[in-house]
């Protein structure tokens, strides 16, 4: 993991000399973007335990799955032997490929992993550790098929930055900001309007019932992990656009830290996911910001320990209720 | 009598549902052990039996719902207006056969208000205008209307009961199975409960129901089958089944 240590560096401060209120103001606008790829992560583990109280340890693999994905979808779109289309036109096609392919990877994990175990009616510690070798069969198969060589994802958005009052905000962080909290209130609208939502809901109670209703359960289930897996492929997009360095475990703790935050936040519950993202950013960057660096994950995970002491449900979590 | 019993179902190639020679269990272990019986359209058919005699097992069974709850079939047949429903998924047995099952124990939706589990069976209706079967189904059990709006786990056990049975109403189901109605409901809700079924019956529904409380059920019946440890021992109209006392001792408590 030392070799990766230039990937988890967090976002540097362009204003290290500002005021300290400047500096803090700073610190909060890269926490709201680091914390959007944890949320965005935690929202499809969140969901798949919130319906199949199944913790899909997978999905952090899946975040590196949509990321290479939209690596290879965008090379393809820009190259002169290819298509050669403009950079615009290359994100505004890259971004729903890379939802829809990667949402298929997680519909096609389920399929061939978790669906005939569940219809063996085995006991979910077994699909608990089937979905972590899955992680590792997709990191590892990664790392076969590509090499360890890390890939660097094509300059799809000219970066502007905007200094508001002495505070450094690009147009990407926005962008990425902005796509969690839409995210967030899409998937927020599904769960608690639609048909599909309330079947999912349904299922998070008792899916022994739901086909007596005359639904297919395991439509419902499809349907839930390709909403997780295509928010994840669009995390794990705008993740290589901020850090355009690939490499086959960029999924492994980024996504253990999401799982971990949607725990905090109470798992089975989209906002606990939500704001147990931005809280474990918050905390990460802003040790880091006043504490040598080597102390964040050490301060994090002791903070976070101190939070699920007090409510061991998390955030949100109320025992064996309203998950989802 | 078991061979009677089969005799007697193979003539009735027209029945609605016919089970034949149904062998099915939970694993290694067999629970069912070759029942025969048949349901005619418009029927209500009782099965009676003592704890582990088999009757939620031929319920689950019939509705193809899939193991661990359920038992697998290991032979035999199953079949709803002549067609078998062996390899049919229990979505399509409510979507295709329009049957359903309102299982022991009730399992309403805890998370949903007492509207949304209403909707939520009107799945495979959904181009439908599902209005009139709402207005049936709150004019049958008025306390729903009351709570529409609330949460479905606060409501009693009484009112839960009503919500199972008007969620399977809502699938617009011609044959409603029912696993023990009457469980942990007052006795006046109880008999409320088998009458509102017995005017569902009058008016065109089949009911196949399986009772603890043995009496209430050959009450309302038209005819009964005796389970014991998977097999049927006796069949017979309610009337003539409450009038055998060899049955009424074994059975029905005296």
Known sequence: MLSLSG???????????????????????NALQWGSFYAL??????????????????????FMVGAYISFFVSTFFLSSSGPALSRDLALALTIPCTVVLTSGVGVTLERIAYRPLRRKGVHRLYVVITALMCGLVLENGNLALLGASRKALPDLLDKHIYMISGIAVTNLKLIVICTALLVFFALHFIVTR???????RAVAWDEFALPLMGIPLDRVIVFTFMLGS????????????SYPVLDPYMGAMTGWKAFIAAVVGGIGDIRGAFVGGFLLAFVEIMVAAFLPSTFRDLFAFSILLLILWKRPTGIFGMPMSTKI | MDTTVRDLSQKQGSALISVENLHAGYGKIEALHGISFHVEQGEIVTLIGSNGAGKSSTLKALM????????????GEIRCKGQSLLNVEPHNVVDRFKMTLVPEGRHIFGNLTVMENLHLAAWTRKNEDTRKSLDHIFGLFPRLAERARQRSDTLSGGEQQMLAVGRALMTNCSVILLDEPS??????LMYDMFRTLKRLNDSGLTIVVVEQNARLAL????????????????EGSGEELMRRPEIMEAYLGG
């Open chain 1, 230 to 241: 295509g928010i994840a492929g669009l995390g794990g997009m705008l993740f290589a656009m």
């Open chain 2, 64 to 75: 193809r719902l899939a193991p661990p709850e359920s038992p697998t079939v290991t032979s």
């Open chain 2, 183 to 188: 469980m942990g409901l007052a006795p006046v």
């Open chain 2, 219 to 234: 009450e309302v019946a038209d005819r009964g089958y005796v389970l014991d440890t998977g097999e049927i021992v006796a």
């Open chain 1, 194 to 200: 639609s048909r599909i939502g309330m079947a999912m």
């Open chain 1, 7 to 29: 990937l988890w560096s967090l976002p540097c401060n362009p204003t290290a000399s500002a005021q300290p209120m400047e500096q803090f103001i700073q610190q909060c606008v």
């Open chain 1, 41 to 62: 992560i935690a929202l499809g583990y969140t969901l798949v335990y919130g319906v199949l109280r199944l913790i899909n340890f997978a999905h952090g693999d899946i």
